[in-house]
């Protein structure tokens, strides 16, 4: 059993809770409804014997409108479903289980979050501790199951009706929900329940209430629940102007490295999924640029924000000993440090930059010129840029006008590739949309040509796994579409390959009673893990044994797939199909299939 806490427990809340005198029903009732009480406001359950206590109590939260209840029947799914509502909100949500195998498939979750950042409690149901090692069933050592990846992990004993038990449980919950918000990362609760494993629960509309009354609005916003950095230890680093500097964004790094970059008038080198990719500074052809010696070969600082995680030509440059490496990182105990001797800092300002120095505009300059000049001329090779002489459907002569008719007609009917896909997808993305990323060449293919824009791109690059995307994209979607809102909030898109797809395509079922909010999922599919060719073995290996044990060329009917699982289908194969689809998605659940040439 948890230590009894002072001055704790319901009384301390004002709102004393009903006892039903079943130890395991108490113990949920007094674990959910502080957590309830510190902020949370989603709860993922996947079903089970073990956990029927912790499942009913979050029905009957759910009933009186305290919380969300997100039920998965896959406990990889809901994982990935709790991670996304993390990603969106700051917040930590709930994901519940049973004991066993349950357990394990939440590890790639986790592990997730973990790389990540991201909040999470992780509450999984247990035997108590004289029906573990004897082979019970359903029974394995779940305490300590995930490792260094959790920030806390406590097996709890089961509760067995002792006085000041209640009092422990919310305890419990307070320091489980401040430990994931202020050491940004999963919680783990292991929760021994024994038999008898439940009873009715009471009504909690009075608790509902008075936790409304007492805590409307107030919950902390997201920028406030991530700002709580555990103690690291970290300076806060003031920069001289001098040395020739890039600002490296990340992964999730935020805005702050558009600000020191445009402050100090430095480059920008922001991935898709930075929250940085916008600005004067930017330079989206890094990757040619940062190889070329009249440019990389010229830095001489680099100042780094996030998780680059989509070139080796920014490894590569921070790897170099010619080059001071800043890593601002107010989270985590692991740094993005390729070289091992980067100075690492938890915030970085620049105290003699002047953006307007004639130096500094010749620095930035250069770069922003050059990966401009880059673009256009891969816009002029490129196919998909081939746009009619507007000119030409202007003019008086019956000939040009029918030139320009036929031209446009031609590039309505372009077969879809790889960069038209990217662009029209970030084309047709706004502020009030979300967009995710999944682990392919797509990300890539969207990292090399699109410009800056300011829209909340999302992509699990903690350990750039292709599982979970679609879960992932879907919590982000609930939790940025509430329930009953009175104005649209956008529509959730997905970008990813077939692969990805199918390895989360147990994300697409919606049991009943379960809300789905607008997510498009879009799908470029060239039958296979096309991101193989681009190894250096590629080149070597026998052509059938890298489609057979990499490439995996896959033949499914994404449109009977879909309707499986009662999501809408569309395949598209023009830039005016895909123009269509993107502009105006459908309400609810829908897949965009589009082939791709290999």
Same mark, same amino acid.
Do not use: C
């Given at each position: ?53 912790? *499942? ?12 969300e209840l997100h039920v998965r029947i896959d406990e990889r799914v809901g994982g990935f479903l709790a991670l996304g509502i993390a990603a969106e909100t700051g917040h930590p949500a709930a ?22 950042? !991201?909040?999470?409690?992780? !509450? ?22 995930? %490792? ?9 004993? *089961? ?42 629960? /009471? ?50 790094? %935020? ?12 480059? !920008? ?45 920014? /490894? ?131 990292? %090399? ?56 395509? %147990? ?54 797939l879909a309707g499986a699982y009662g999501w809408s289908y569309r395949l598209v194969q023009t830039r005016g199909e895909l123009d269509q689809a993107l502009s105006a998605p459908p309400a ?11």
């Open positions: 059993m948890p230590e009894a806490a002072e001055q704790a427990g319901p009384g301390s809340d004002g709102n004393a809770l009903p006892r039903t005198g079943n130890p395991a029903t108490d113990a949920a009732l007094a674990l959910l409804t502080q957590l309830v009480r510190q902020g949370l406001t989603h709860l993922v359950l996947s079903p089970g014997s073990r956990s029927q206590a912790l *499942a009913l109590v979050a029905a009957e939260l759910e009933r009186v409108g305290a919380i994901i519940v289980t049973t004991s066993g195998t349950a357990t394990a498939n939440l590890l790639p979750a986790v592990l997730e979050a973990h790389h990540s950042n !991201l909040p999470m409690l992780v !509450l999984t149901a247990d035997r108590p501790a004289q029906l573990r090692g004897i082979r019970s069933n359903q029974t394995t050592v779940q305490a300590g199951m995930y %490792g260094a990846a959790v920030r806390r992990a406590l097996d709890v004993a *089961a509760p067995t009706g002792a006085d000041g038990e209640a009092d422990a449980f919310a305890r419990l919950a307070r320091q489980a929900w401040s430990a994931s918000l202020d050491e940004t990362g999963p919680v783990h609760l292991n929760l021994a329940f024994r038999e008898p494993l439940s009873v009715a629960v /009471p009504d909690l509309s009075g608790f509902a209430a008075d936790v409304n009354a007492r805590d409307d609005g107030a919950a902390e916003s997201p920028k406030a629940a991530l700002a709580h950095p555990a103690a690291l230890a970290r300076e806060n680093v003031i920069l001289s102007s001098g040395p020739r500097t890039v600002v490296i964004a990340g992964n999730a790094a %935020g805005p702050d490295a558009e600000e020191l970059a445009r402050a100090a008038g430095w480059p !920008l080198i922001a991935e898709a999924s930075s929250g940085s990719r916008y600005g004067p500074n930017l330079v989206v052809a890094y990757r040619q640029l940062l190889r070329d010696a009249g440019f990389g070969g010229q830095v001489q600082r680099a100042v780094v924000f996030g998780h680059p995680t989509l070139s080796r030509e920014v /490894p590569a440059l921070l790897q170099r000993d010619d080059v001071e490496v800043v890593v601002v990182a107010p989270v985590g105990e692991e740094v993005y440090d390729p070289s091992r001797s980067a100075r690492v800092a938890a915030s970085a300002r620049v105290e003699d930059a002047d953006p307007n120095d004639r130096a500094a505009r010749a620095w930035v300059g250069r770069w922003v010129f050059a990966s401009r000049a880059l673009l256009e001329e891969d816009d002029a090779a490129s196919a998909d840029h081939i746009a009619p002489d507007v000119e030409a459907g202007r003019s008086h002569t019956p000939e040009q006008r029918l030139a320009f008719a036929k031209a446009e007609f031609a590039a309505v009917r372009a077969p879809v590739t790889r960069r038209m896909l990217v662009e029209a997808l970030w084309r047709f993305t706004w502020p009030h949309d979300r967009l995710v990323l999944g682990a392919s060449r797509l990300v890539r293919d969207l990292d %090399g040509a699109v410009p800056g824009k300011k829209i909340r791109v999302h992509a699990n690059r903690g350990l750039a796994g292709i599982d979970g995307t679609v879960s992932t994209a879907i919590g982000m979607a609930l939790a940025a579409q509430p329930q009953g809102a009175e104005t649209p909030t956008g529509t959730t898109r997905v970008l990813l390959g077939d692969l990805a797809m199918l390895h989360d395509a %147990g994300s697409l079922l919606f049991g009943e009673g379960e809300r789905r909010p607008t997510v498009q999922v879009v799908v470029g599919n060239d039958g296979g893990g096309t991101i193989f060719d681009s190894l250096e073995v590629a080149s070597t290996a026998p052509a059938e044994a890298m489609r057979r044990v990499l490439t995996t060329p896959q033949r499914v009917d994404l449109a009977a609810g659940t829908s897949i965009v299939e589009v082939p791709l040439p290999r």
